[in-house]
């Protein structure tokens, strides 16, 4: 097949268009959620055994589980941010974060992050639904979940509550978005605590029926 040189001069410009555009293409940047608890000012004395606490399993929306960071905008509708996306998947992310958070304000209690079947089994689990993790540029992030602790042997749940938080943004960057999620997430690990310290105190029933009927 011949070319004549206007082909071959327009099939060069088209190469070089496509070329310029790749190259003119914005990066895509990645984030991941960090801790952001701190020790405790004070800790309780130590224990012979330390309770085994599992964080999960957690469920996330359809629509938030995905690489792009989802964004609401004033008219209610979704945006998904093409070249600003999670480095993991966001639910591993998530539970990863909330263990380590718990486990720092939680320093007589080991915990695991769900599924946790490799290391046995826990005492307790904290079973985790995240209803809203978003932002609007520029306005706020929001999160709101609930949760249940449930004893592990008996299947019982023991405790439960629920956190509506909305932190405001300083400006449009998704950088400062993942930082301000990172800190609602560490709001809600401290609510996850103090119902974890509660649930802890409680005495144990240790008075079976067995033993009832031997006395």
């Given at each position: 097949?011949?070319?004549?040189?206007?082909?071959?001069?327009?099939?060069?410009?088209?190469?070089s268009?496509l070329l310029s555009?790749?190259?003119s293409?914005?990066p895509t940047?990645?984030y991941?959620?960090?801790?952001?608890?701190?020790?405790p000012?004070?800790?309780?004395?130590?224990?012979?055994?330390?309770p085994?606490?599992g964080?999960?399993?957690?469920?996330?929306?359809a629509l938030?589980?995905?690489?792009?960071?989802v964004?609401?905008?004033?008219?209610?509708s979704?945006?998904?941010?093409?070249?600003?996306?999670w480095?993991?998947p966001?639910?591993?992310?998530v539970?990863?974060?909330?263990?380590?958070?718990?486990?720092?304000?939680q320093?007589?209690?080991?915990?695991?992050a769900?599924?946790?079947?490799?290391?046995?089994?826990?005492d307790?689990?904290?079973?985790?639904?995240?209803?809203?993790?978003?932002?609007?540029?520029?306005?706020?992030?929001?999160?709101?979940?609930?949760?249940?602790?449930?004893?592990?042997?008996t299947?019982?749940?023991?405790?439960?509550?629920?956190?509506?938080?909305q932190s405001p943004?300083?400006?449009?960057?998704?950088?400062t978005?993942?930082?301000?999620?990172?800190?609602l997430?560490?709001?809600f690990?401290?609510?996850?605590s103090?119902?974890?310290v509660?649930?802890?105190?409680?005495?144990?029933?240790?008075?079976?029926e067995?033993?009832?009927?031997?006395?």
């Open positions: 097949m011949m070319f004549n040189k206007y082909s071959i001069r327009f099939i060069v410009l088209c190469v268009g555009a790749c190259a293409s914005p940047h990645f991941t959620l960090e801790s952001q608890s701190r020790p000012a004070t800790t309780t004395s130590a224990i012979a055994k330390k085994l606490i964080i999960g399993p957690l469920s996330l929306p938030l589980d995905r690489n792009q960071i964004t609401r905008t004033e008219d209610s979704i945006q998904l941010a093409e070249f600003d996306q480095a993991a966001l639910k591993d992310n539970i990863a974060v909330l263990s380590e958070n718990v486990s720092i304000l320093p007589n209690a080991i915990v695991r769900y599924p946790w079947s490799i290391y046995g089994n826990v307790y689990r904290v079973i985790i639904d995240i209803t809203r993790f978003d932002t609007q540029l520029g306005k706020w992030v929001n999160l709101e979940a609930s949760w249940v602790i449930m004893e592990e042997t299947l019982a749940i023991i405790s439960n509550g629920q956190v509506k938080l943004l300083n400006d449009a960057s998704y950088n978005v993942v930082q301000e999620l990172s800190k997430l560490g709001e690990s401290q609510q996850i103090l119902s974890l509660q649930v802890l105190q409680r005495p144990r029933n240790t008075d079976t067995e033993n009832k009927l031997i006395k």
